[in-house]
C-alpha cells in the first residue's frame, strides 16, 4: 500500500523521466552524472514509495509498465516548473536563460537561423540554445518524450497535447533554370504547374505535403509530377537539379536570400491573389511553464524572418 506520506524528490522524478527517455539504465546514468547502481536504487526507492512498478527490467530493455506512461507527463511538468523556478530564483526576472533545446525544420533552419541566432545572442545573452533540426515526425516524436523544449514547424502539427504559436504566414515562390519563360514573372497561377517538371523533397517532410497540397486544390497532375520527382532530402540539393536544368520548384520566401545566389537561378513569383503559402509557428508541450519565454522566442523568430525577407528584396522578392 502506498505511503500517502510520501512525496517523490525532484531527483527521483529526473530519473524516472531521464530513464524512460532513454530506455537503458546506462545511457540515463551517464546523463545524470550518476552510477546505474544509484539511479536503479533511486528508481526503487520511488516504486517502494508509490507502491507501484514504473518501469520492467530485463537485461536487453527498459520497458515502461502502463502506470508508468501515465506518470510521465505529470513528472515532466513538475520538472518543468522546478526548471522555471529555479530560473526564476537564480536568473532574477530576465526572461530566457539557461539551456533551450529547439527544434526547427530543415526548410526553415538554414534561412532563418543566421537573423535568429544574432537577436538571440544580443537581446538573450543568457540563454544557451540548442538547435535540433529534423524533420516534423521526428520532432514531435521528440517534443513528447521531453527530448526538445520546443519546436519551429509549418503547422499544422497534428498532434494532442501541444501549445501552438502562430508566428507568420510565409509565401512560396518558384525556382526556375536562369533563361526560363517565366522567370521575373509575379502573376503565376497555381494551374500553371501543370506546365513543368516540379521536383519536390522526399516524403516525410512537410514542405512536400505543402505543394502537393496546392498541387491537388489546383487539380495539378499530380501523378505526373511524382512520377517526374528526382528524389531530394534537401531544397539545397534540389535548388542544383533546378540550376542543371532538371526542372523546376517551389521554396519558402525565406529562402531567397541563400538560395537565388546561386548561378543559373531565377526566381518567379504567384499573383497576389493565389494562396500558396504556409504557416508557421511555435508549439510546445501544454505542461511546460515557460509559455511567457517562448512567446518571446517567437517574437524574435519573427523578426528574424522578417529581416530574412528584406536581405531577398534586392533579388526580386516581393515583401507584401
Known sequence: MADKAFLPTLAQLRMFVTLVENRHFGTAAEKLSITQPSLSQGLSTLEKGLDLQLIERSTRKVIVTP??????????????AADVLEAQIYGGRESLTGQLSIGVIPTIAPYLLPEFLSIIQERFPKLEPTIIEA????LMENLRDGKIDVALIAFPSKEQGLTEIELYTEPFVAALPEGHEWEGREDL????????????????HCMHEHVMDLCRLAQVDVGYNSDSLSRAASLSTIIQLVAAGQGCTLLPASAVHAEFTRPGIALAQFAPSVTAERRVGLVYRKSSARAEEFAALGEAITESYEKTLTSAAPLGLRIE
Open 135 to 138: 524533420t516534423t515526425p521526428h
Open 189 to 204: 497561377t497555381l494551374e500553371m504547374l501543370n506546365d513543368v517538371r516540379l521536383l519536390l523533397l522526399n516524403d516525410g
Open 67 to 80: 502506470v508508468g506512461q501515465k506518470l510521465v507527463p505529470y513528472a515532466r511538468a513538475v520538472l518543468e
